[in-house]
């Protein structure tokens, strides 16, 4: 891309904010697996995720001030700074500084850091996890964050799906009855 004034920097930002926000806004939870470097619009997309599986060659960082010389959006910005906390997202920016696997994990960006033969196992966990919880309270949980990144407070609808559902009417009766709830989506 040609940048040839400030108005074509909006312009692209523009476009990568619609990329990232289709993919926070997905339906269903996401996972990063990230084995090399994600930089940028790769650290980017790797925080928007729901989770991050990492191994110890991971390298995670936004080193434009010593590289492109652009900025970050203030969403993405604002982004980094929920996922990985005001002092790492402020190193990671202003000193350009990357992190491994293993600091992501011990900051809690990386759910995991893993050896590489050990990310589809780890990954095909978290999946079977993520599939036997309810689907309605996954996805609100997953809504309640996103509002809450963008300042929103209300979550009427949310509750009054959820508690409204058969699943919840099938949880209740499964925890009554001490066995393990069927759930189905709606």
């Known amino acids: 891309t040609a940048f040839r004034s400030g108005d074509d920097g909006v312009a692209y930002e523009e476009r990568v904010e619609k990329s990232i926000t289709r993919l926070e806004n997905l339906t269903v939870p996401s996972i990063a697996v990230v084995d090399g470097a994600a930089v940028g619009g790769g650290l980017i997309l790797a925080a928007v995720c729901d989770f991050r599986l990492a191994t110890p060659a991971a390298r995670f960082g936004i080193p434009i001030a010593r590289t492109l010389g652009n900025c970050l959006s ?3 910005a604002g982004r980094l ?3 990985v906390g005001p002092g790492p997202a402020r190193r990671m920016l202003l000193l350009s500084e990357l992190i491994d ?4 994990e ?4 990386a759910l995991a850091c893993l050896p590489p033969e050990m990310l589809e196992s780890r990954l095909q966990e978290v999946i079977a996890r993520l599939r036997a919880g309810a689907p ?7 809504e309640a ?3 809450l990144a963008c300042g929103e407070t209300r979550d009427e609808d949310l509750v009054s799906k959820v508690y409204g559902s058969r699943d919840f009417a099938e949880g209740v ?3 009554l ?3 393990k709830p069927a759930w189905e989506g709606h």
């Open 173 to 175: 009766r499964a925890f």
């Open 101 to 104: 696997g293993e600091a992501a």
């Open 145 to 147: 964050f996103r509002r």
């Open 81 to 83: 700074e929920r996922i």
């Open 177 to 179: 009855d001490k066995r």
């Open 74 to 76: 203030l969403r993405n």
């Open 136 to 142: 309605l309270t996954i996805s609100a949980g997953r």
């Open 106 to 109: 011990r900051i809690g960006f």
